[in-house]
């Protein structure tokens, strides 16, 4: 079974510092990764996505991911945190074969101080 | 393009009543997937539809079901409703089934009293 896992509830920087959001994933075989945000009352948006190729991933709105198979993780960064990153983020792990069923993360709620 | 509705956004019903929820996707996307999102358990799958078929289904009770029509709209029916049922449901379309991005609607919020 695939799983993802977030470690952190919440994690709060400082504006203008740098941030990481944690998330380590378990697939059979080679995992399509995903992170997505959510804002307060809306639906998910999507960030970025890893399916192959490079392991460092840029997304939407100055946000990166790197994978690392070696340690099954997929962490969220971004060089310069902005009041407006706060939000709920969400990693999402699918299996490359079999189900095609996505799964996501408990969330991780991202306070950014100004 | 537009992106996914979904209407209603809010709902209030009580306990033994069913609801249905529409979604429309982005034009052009044929899959429709659905989730509950809560905060005990997280955002959990609750199906998906691809060319009015349904291709893969999650963990939940039959009171849940849905349907596809030819436009690529999609309905999500709860019959008998349980308190355990409030919830933000979300409704995800991408171009292909088990898609690899999936662009989410607004949710609806749903009440049960």
């Known amino acids: 079974a695939q799983s993802v896992a977030q470690p952190e509830d919440q994690v709060n920087v400082a504006e203008g510092n740098p941030l990481t959001v944690k998330c380590t994933y378990s697939?059979?075989?080679?995992?399509?990764l995903f992170w997505y945000v959510q804002y307060p009352n809306r639906g998910l948006q999507f960030l970025l996505k890893?399916?192959?190729?490079?392991?460092l991933v840029k997304g939407s709105y100055g946000f990166e991911a790197e994978f690392n198979k070696s340690q099954t993780s997929f962490h969220l960064k971004k060089p310069s945190a902005l009041v407006s990153d706060s939000a709920l983020y969400f990693c999402?792990?699918?299996?490359?074969?079999?189900?095609?069923?996505?799964?996501f993360g408990r969330g991780t709620s991202l306070i950014v101080h100004p | 393009k537009a992106g996914v509705t979904q209407t209603p956004r809010y709902l209030i019903k009580t306990r033994g009543q069913q609801v249905t929820l529409s979604c429309s996707p982005i034009?052009?996307?044929?899959?429709v997937s659905w989730y509950q999102q809560t905060p005990g358990q997280g955002l959990q799958f609750l199906f998906e539809?691809?060319?009015?078929?349904?291709?893969n289904k999650g963990n939940f009770p039959g009171r849940f079901s849905g349907r596809q029509f030819s436009n690529s709209r999609s309905e999500m029916n709860v019959s008998t409703l349980e308190l355990g049922d409030s919830a933000l449901y979300l409704c995800?379309?991408?171009?292909?089934?088990?898609?690899?991005?999936?662009?989410f609607g607004p949710g609806t919020r749903l009440l049960v009293l």
């Open positions: 995800a379309s991408s171009s292909k089934t088990g898609g690899e991005t999936q662009y």
């Open positions: 697939v059979s075989g080679n995992p399509y």
């Open positions: 890893y399916i192959t190729g490079d392991n």
């Open positions: 999402a792990v699918r299996a490359t074969g079999g189900s095609y069923i996505p799964t």
């Open positions: 034009s052009g996307h044929r899959s």
């Open positions: 539809y691809f060319s009015e078929t349904q291709r």
